[in-house]
């Protein structure tokens, strides 16, 4: 694995900044701490599978890794680098449950937060990734499907200010990751066809 590149997206400022104004350090801890390891997850299986990490970048709702030719990997080996974040936090939801320490259920919360946060069938999330390993022809659907959910809950959230303001920023970001997908849909269908071909 060669020139890693782990950083934080900027998107994750405001609820550092959230979780500190509002006095929630440990919380802010045990958010951050949680994505890494599912994060890590993704990376353990991947390393696993003999794909080349180019990066891995932390957001608000697990990560991006980005690797090479990903898409040239079987159905099956894609499915199982997709899982492993989720199966990573199934293990921590685990251990929250079954392990009694202090914080423990805001732990369990968080676990079960970003679970079911990643499995939504939305795309760039882990759910929409499987439906996308598994269907890859019907990505500009996806795409058009996922953005246009993430506008609607970003919608609803707004009706839950402040409360709903992490949220509101999860789908908004993920509302523009869909736009910024679905303009580049083209180079990346070709590019994925290419690369499947060579």
């Not at 900027?10 to 919380?27: H, R």
């Not at 079954?98 to 079960?112: E, G, H, L, T």
């Not at 409360?163 to 269908?189: C, D, H, M, T, V």
Request: aromatic share 16%; proline share 5%.
């Amino acid at each position: 694995m060669s020139k890693q590149v782990f950083r934080v997206h900027p998107i994750m400022i405001p609820f550092f900044l959230f979780f500190y104004l509002s006095g929630e350090i440990a919380m802010y801890a045990l958010v951050f701490g949680s994505l890494l390891a599912h994060e890590l997850g993704h990376l353990i299986v991947a390393i696993c599978m003999g794909a080349k990490i180019q990066s891995c970048t932390i957001l608000p709702y697990g990560g991006e890794i980005k690797m090479e030719q990903f898409s040239r990997l079987s159905k099956s080996m894609q499915v199982c680098v997709i899982l492993g974040g989720p199966f990573c936090t199934i293990l921590l939801l685990l251990f929250g449950v079954f392990v009694d320490f202090p914080q423990a259920n805001i732990f369990i919360m968080i676990q079960f937060l970003i679970l079911s946060l990643n499995l939504l069938p939305i795309f760039p999330l882990d759910g929409g990734r499987i439906l996308h390993s598994i269907f890859p022809g019907r990505y500009e659907g996806l795409i058009g499907y996922s953005g246009s959910v993430c506008v609607l809950i970003f919608i609803i959230s707004c009706f839950y200010f402040p409360e709903g303001l992490p949220i509101s920023l999860i789908f908004l970001f993920l509302a523009f990751q869909n736009l910024s997908y679905w303009r580049f849909r083209k180079y990346k269908l070709a590019f994925d066809w290419v690369t499947k071909s060579a």
